[in-house]
């Protein structure tokens, strides 16, 4: 069986495989990619940002058919791969817009004599490893602001997402980007290793899992390069209180079951004030009854999509059984289809000992956990035991109440009265165990740049 294939997680059928790459195969791009660099730099910002732009319309002309590619590979709703192809395409012409803004350079005052000028320029050849989560939205927010900055993509996806990552790579080569600035890596985990040791490659980026990060971040490091590490969360949704506390379960449970709970930054930890929490949880069970398995191409009410492959739902549902074993209880939902569908009923899992390897474990998939506490101080201190520290949000009618907690919370991006605001201007990126770094909006084009002294002499 090839290594890179698309393999439909609702029936387990292979409908498309392709040869890994060659070693000479894989120099052969290294190159590429670095002749492209060599061109690609001497255009002018407005240039790179007008093939960026174009990017942005070519997602937006191709939308069906470019989510139904990803709604193959990975399992999630048609409706939901077309919001994703369309947040890709808000991404590349928000950076095809905004990007030679912010692609500054400015003068320092000096107390040498002279003219001190900090410029932001490309570092070259950069490398992708991507996740099969979002396959259009992960790679855009690392794509679109360092190509227009001036730098080339190496992007390695996930194993099952081969397809669109080879519609992404001809839709930036019609766009305008030179032969070799974007190209789709069919490579081993010892080819990338091979890849990053390269010295025409200057950055690493890897959304993904922690043990992956940590393998990635050490390599990056032997080989003194700069990488950006985004690995995942367990973010907390406190909810204070509520004038409708059906109405705030609905909206939870309808963000932690949305592509099938596989997002990173999905409010995996409900945490809920004593005097609301049986009604809460009450209307998460009545969300979870009854479903049943869907098509994802063709989605009803009342149904749930695969998870994105048999092995992702046989993990999904161990988690839930070890966690109920240690204590926990499963209140609706939790169940494993018979195979080869890779679909397991979304769920509602209570009393997570703390003591408990669950408590610390990330559930990636359609899980809602939810915690009881008696106080915004127990809230808090719940909220920040963990460790992971990519998101978090806090729910009140007291938005200075809300506030007021939001604030302590140790984590990279902070909400109040919303789950997660994203958008392409908006920065994404998390602290301690969620790594480091940060995408989109007007920080995310300065990861990978050489922030340059340009110094001249009186």
């Not at 470019?66 to 994703?84: D, F, V």
């Not at 928000?94 to 692609?103: E, K, S």
């Not at 669109?164 to 080569?173: R, T, V």
């Not at 890849?195 to 032997?222: C, F, K, M, N």
């Amino acid at each position: 069986m090839a290594k890179y294939r698309v393999q439909n997680p609702a029936t387990g059928d292979i409908t498309e495989s392709f040869e890994s790459a060659t070693d000479d195969q894989v120099q052969q791009q290294l190159t590429a990619a670095d002749a492209a660099y060599r061109e690609w730099k001497g255009q002018s910002v407005q240039h790179r940002a007008a093939v960026v732009r174009r990017v942005a319309g070519l997602f937006t002309e191709r939308r069906d058919a470019l989510a139904r590619i990803i709604s193959t590979e990975m399992g999630k709703s048609i409706e939901a791969a077309l919001e994703e192809v369309d947040f890709a395409a808000e991404i590349f012409n928000y950076y095809g817009v905004h990007g030679p803004g912010l692609v500054t350079e400015y003068e320092i005052p000096s107390s040498v004599p002279g003219r001190a000028v900090i410029q932001q320029l490309p570092l070259g050849v950069l490398v992708g490893i991507m996740p099969w989560n979002f396959p259009y939205y992960q790679v855009a927010r690392f794509a679109a602001p360092n190509l227009v900055l001036g730098n080339t993509i190496l992007l390695k996806h996930a194993d099952i997402c081969p397809r669109s990552n080879l519609a992404m790579q001809e839709i930036l080569q019609e766009a305008g980007l030179p032969s070799g600035g974007y190209q789709a890596l069919f490579t081993s985990h010892e080819q990338i290793a091979v890849i990053i040791d390269d010295p025409r490659v200057q950055g690493i980026s890897l959304t993904g899992s922690e043990a992956a990060g940590a393998i990635i971040g050490a390599q990056a490091g032997s080989a003194l390069k700069k990488c950006v590490l985004e690995l995942g969360g367990i973010d907390a949704m406190v909810v204070l209180d509520s004038e409708d506390v059906a109405g705030i379960a609905q909206a939870a449970w309808e963000n932690r079951i949305y592509n099938g709970g596989q997002v990173c930054n999905s409010n995996k930890r409900l945490i809920v004030m004593d005097d609301i929490y049986d009604e809460f949880v009450a209307e998460l069970v009545s969300l979870a009854e009854g479903l049943k398995p869907g098509d994802q191409l063709n989605l009803q009410a009342g149904e749930y999509t695969p998870l994105s492959t048999r092995a992702a739902a046989e993990t999904v549902d161990a988690q839930v059984r070890t966690a109920v074993s240690e204590g926990a209880r499963l209140l609706a939902g939790g169940e494993l289809s018979d195979g080869p569908g890779a679909y397991f009923s979304p769920a509602v899992l209570v009393d997570v000992p703390r003591d408990s390897g669950s408590y610390r474990e990330e559930i990636f998939g359609p899980v809602a956990t939810v915690y009881r506490v008696h106080s915004d101080e127990e809230a808090l201190e719940l909220a920040n035991d963990c460790p992971l520290g990519l998101g978090g949000s806090v729910f009140s009618t007291d938005t200075a109440r809300g506030a007021r907690l939001a604030s302590q919370l140790e984590v990279g991006m902070a909400h109040v009265n919303i789950i997660a605001a994203e958008g392409a201007d908006i920065p994404f990126g998390g602290v301690k165990r969620s790594g480091f770094g940060r995408e989109m909006g007007p920080i995310g084009i300065g990861e990978f740049a050489n922030k340059r002294l340009y110094f001249v002499a009186e």
